[in-house]
């Protein structure tokens, strides 16, 4: 069970990642952590107040976590470039832009780096990257995210878990 999970920074993906890991006794692999562990950043940009991320080192980083642990989440926007050959399935989490909105504000992201975010959820950016990447894509809408959704989502992918 390899599963990535992507969307727009605020759509819950952190939350997702480390709820459904605990519950299915596998690893949850945070890109955010592992650019920090591994010094995979070029640089940091003060203005979007982010950073700049070597895409090209992430990804051989990530494959080979993936690599290694058959049992896995990993979670980040840029989840989805990784190789579709070592993912089971990419989960693409989407958020209705007026709560989206509410969340970055609440994380006091500068104006520009919100929208930013909002026109790539809007061009569903995260989605149309997976699919150019050849993913099979589950597209799960968190605006309003019930325990119920999160139950049915966790009894999909231990079903998912038992066919791999």
């Known amino acids: ?19 459904l890991a605990k519950s299915l006794g596998a690893e949850c692999l945070s890109i955010t952590n592992l650019v920090k562990e591994k010094n995979l950043a070029l640089g940091y940009n003060r203005k979007l107040r982010t950073w700049d991320v070597d895409e090209n080192r992430l990804k051989r980083e990530i494959e080979r ?5 058959h049992k896995i989440f990993v979670e980040g926007h840029l989840s989805h470039i990784v190789s579709h ?16 909105f509410k969340r970055l504000k609440k994380r006091k992201y500068p104006l520009k ?3 930013e975010n ?31 959704e ?15």
């Open 1 to 19: 069970m390899r599963i990535l999970i992507s969307g727009t920074p605020g759509t819950g993906k952190s939350t997702a990642a480390c709820l």
């Open 113 to 115: 780096k919100i929208q």
């Open 85 to 100: 050959r070592l993912s089971d399935l990419c989960i693409v989490l989407r958020t209705e832009v007026s709560e989206l």
């Open 118 to 148: 909002i026109q790539a959820e809007i061009f569903n950016t995260c989605y149309e990257e997976a699919k150019e990447n050849k993913h099979k894509v589950l597209v799960i809408d968190t605006t309003s995210f019930s325990s119920a």
């Open 65 to 69: 976590c993936i690599r290694k642990n």
């Open 150 to 164: 999160k139950t049915l989502l966790k009894d999909f992918i231990y079903e998912l878990s038992l066919q791999s």
